[in-house]
């Protein structure tokens, strides 16, 4: 077997780390791009580590900082001692050639981390006992692991960001009146929200039997259906049958309890077809993976985009998500504050809209009055401040079986980072797990239910 050398440049290397002993503007122009485990030379990356160190502490960085440094921590001879660090200051470039060389170093590494995925993922392959999707889960995680930490942010002059402006606005006032965002379907949450963000992070919140799985997948049909919008929905609770007899319940109107337990009238079965025939060519997809973790959905996602395209995802629910080890933690707090910081990054990378839904603590059941707050949010506060948008389903019906609300859902729009918070109010109809506008101007779109139905 011929053995081959890794990708790896000595030379720039060297004239990189002489460049940092002796000008700290490169250290403050390469300090984003390369550190220590990029050098293919261990010692050549022991003495970048030293370098940032002292960078970091605002500390001097010369040749007898690093060596006193590399001295206390008894590493001064296995680097090749004080020559050595002379030596380097020899192979010295000019601030601008250090940069370039410290991409060159950078991207060296890179294809490095390729190679050993590709070892690692070759090795996945020949497991005897290990499952397709699960190969492929990995390799992609590799693969993206790799990709993610090639990539750099960088600032851009706010002149750039004006003109990305401006032609954003000028397309909005040429076609005022349409949203900006995937719809929702609801006349009113779509004017106060208008539509579904692109990198927005928005958390659907309410107690149990509230129906927060019935509205997402609202949204889900109603984007899909009428707007072609593309849906992906991990659904951690409901398996996909689950999820389809609800989706069959809202389009067809037939009673979700008579589609599970198959009691089902001559008539019903041509709005069944009907159904299924619209649904048929709704672009939803769904996993109903259980325990899925956060690196999972985000490797999964990205796949989903890449092959069908993706408008909006849904996530159902974040408590039942693990964190990105894929173990369950004993710092539930900590593990969901990484969830849902890590999910706010999914929608940003993706551009789309990220919809989580998400439960409620007891605590609301202890209060007299159990509209849900903010801080009711269950297991971490983060949840709260990574969110763009935060909504909460609240039925007084539920409470109050005597009220004059029968049937409406207030939508509390608790936090919009964006735009104004607010309340909404919708017709929901427990039989088919269906949410519906409630009636107000004659203009009004979709499905309305008017005062006096509600009231019937």
């Known amino acids: 077997m011929v053995d081959i050398t ?13 460049a940092m002993l002796l000008d700290k503007t490169v250290i403050e122009k390469v300090v984003d791009i390369v550190c220590g485990e990029d050098f293919y030379d261990e010692h050549h990356g022991l003495i970048c580590d030293v370098i940032r160190e002292l960078y970091n502490e605002h500390r001097p960085v010369d040749i007898v900082t690093v060596t006193d440094v590399l001295e206390n921590k008894g590493k001064l001879d296995e680097v090749g001692g004080a020559s050595k660090l002379a030596a380097l200051t020899t192979s010295s470039v000019s601030s601008a050639n250090a940069v370039e060389y410290a991409e060159i170093v950078a991207n060296k590494a890179t294809l490095r981390r390729l190679m050993t995925a590709a070892n690692s993922i070759g090795e996945l392959a020949l497991a005897r006992d290990a499952k397709l999707d699960e190969i492929l889960d990995k390799a992609e995680q590799s693969l993206f692991s790799v990709s993610r930490r090639h990539q750099r942010a960088s600032f851009i002059p706010v002149k750039e960001a004006l003109s990305e402006a401006f032609e954003r606005i000028d397309s909005l006032h040429e076609n005022r009146g349409q949203l900006r965002g995937v719809p929702t379907g609801f006349k009113d ?10 990198a927005d992070l928005i958390i659907v919140a309410a107690r149990p039997s509230m129906g927060k799985t019935s509205l997402v997948l609202n949204i889900a049909l109603n984007a899909a259906r009428d707007g072609h919008y593309k849906i992906g929905m991990f659904s951690l609770e409901m398996s996909k049958d689950q999820v389809v007899d609800r989706l069959l319940a809202m389009q067809s109107g037939i009673d979700a309890w008579k589609l599970r337990t198959g009691n089902l009238g001559k008539g019903d079965f041509d709005y069944l077809s009907e159904a299924m025939g619209k649904l048929s060519e709704a672009p939803i997809y769904i996993d109903d993976t259980a325990l899925i973790n956060v690196m999972e959905i985000r490797t999964r996602a990205r796949r989903l985009k890449a092959e069908k395209g993706l408008d909006l995802l849904i996530i159902d629910h974040i408590q039942l998500m693990e964190g990105s080890t894929g173990r369950s933690s004993d710092n539930r707090v900590q593990e969901m504050s990484e969830i849902s ?12 809209p990220v919809i989580a839904v998400s439960q409620l603590s007891r605590q609301v059941e202890q209060r007299p009055k159990k509209v849900p707050q903010l801080s009711d949010l269950r297991e971490s506060g983060s949840i709260e401040q990574d969110a763009d948008v935060v909504m909460f389903i609240y039925r007084e019906d539920y409470y109050n079986p005597q009220t004059e609300r029968k049937n409406i859902a207030d939508i509390l729009i608790s936090k919009h980072r964006n735009g104004p918070v607010g309340q909404v109010e919708l017709y929901f109809d427990s039989q088919r797990m269906l949410f519906r506008n409630l009636e107000r101007k004659r203009e009004a779109a979709g499905p309305v239910v008017s005062k006096e139905e509600v009231a019937a």
């Open 6 to 18: 890794p990708p790896q440049n000595l030379d720039a290397e060297k004239s990189l780390l002489g």
């Open 189 to 198: 949450l779509d004017n106060r929200l208008a539509g579904l963000q692109k």
């Open 341 to 352: 910081r890590s999910l706010k990054a999914l929608a940003k990378e993706l551009e789309i």
